[in-house]
């Protein structure tokens, strides 16, 4: 299973409609591999688990989600590939159609803001030349090592209220000048907050938009989405985005996601924060 998330960045002033797409790096595409699950034959294909079930991926087994698990499934289906996908081509194939049963499992649109990613499951080789196509699309909780969290409770409807900042992504890198966004805590030191509201640019399998056109998207509403965060103008805080490249947009990742900047780090939200002084 792979996770995929390659981003081109850009950020504005708050308050600056515009943007210099030359100024945006160009980062080579961001993975991150969670290892293959090896499961006994026919475990899943035979036997799925059902949607809200939770898995112990490291032992093949379904728990209650009130115990430590690292992934819950949202859907399951079927490949339809005529040979043994490559995890590339595997990933490209499944994460588009469980990015968007998550968003229906989720609540709502706004994962990408969020440290809940999609993560499909599928047969390793052995268990493909046995003629298994089993697909399970799951979620999990990453951290600052991107790898799934072990955690307890069920994610089903997570989206629908405030609970999304339980999920915020905070990051410790520069989202506007960092070809990767360095997720960590949001009540230690980190300098950008992903915003809720996030912006989609396309459907998966539509064309790419121009990055200049993605820019020119994000410099139009991520400062108003800023603003709004923060109840105000502030000095010291920049609104900033990220947005997809050509790999990631392949994998469904059609959305710009616009974050709120600090001047220097910080240890506590800056939701709200208004016009005052950065906190030390």
């Not at 999920?167 to 030191?189: I, L, M, N």
């Not at 108003?224 to 502030?234: E, F, P, R, S």
Request: proline letters at 10%; charged letters at 20%; aromatic letters at 4%.
């Amino acid at each position: 299973m792979r996770i995929a998330w390659g981003l081109a960045v850009c950020a504005a002033l708050l308050g600056i409609a515009a943007c210099d797409p030359a100024a945006s790096p160009e980062p080579a595409p961001t993975s991150t591999t969670t290892g293959r699950v090896t499961v006994p034959p026919n475990m899943y294909g035979a036997d799925p688990p059902k949607p809200g079930q939770c898995l112990d991926t490291s032992n093949a087994i379904v728990v209650d989600c009130g115990e430590p698990h690292d992934a819950e499934v949202v859907s399951t289906g079927k490949l339809t590939a005529t040979s043994m996908p490559d995890e590339a081509t595997a990933a490209t194939l499944t994460m588009p159609p469980c990015r968007e049963k998550l968003a229906e499992y989720l609540g709502g649109q706004d994962m990408d803001a969020t440290n809940l990613v999609a993560m499909p499951l599928w047969p390793n080789e052995q268990q493909w030349a046995k003629g298994e196509r089993w697909l399970l699309c799951t979620v999990a909780e990453v951290g600052a090592d991107e790898k799934p969290l072990h955690r307890t409770g069920s994610l089903e409807g997570a989206l629908l209220s405030n609970d999304i900042y339980r999920f915020q992504t905070c990051s410790v890198s520069s989202p506007s000048r960092e070809a990767r966004v360095r997720r960590g805590p949001c009540d230690g030191p980190h300098l950008g907050e992903a915003l809720p509201g996030v912006i989609s640019l396309g459907k998966p399998g539509s064309p790419m938009p121009s990055t200049e056109a993605m820019n020119k998207t994000a410099a139009e509403k991520c400062p108003a989405l800023v603003a709004k965060y923060i109840n105000g103008d502030n000095k010291e805080i920049s609104a900033a985005w990220r947005l997809p490249n050509a790999e990631s947009w392949a994998r469904g990742y059609t959305n710009l996601v616009c974050y709120v900047e600090a001047s220097r780090p910080v240890r506590v939200r800056l939701r709200n924060l208004g016009p005052i002084t950065l906190p030390s």
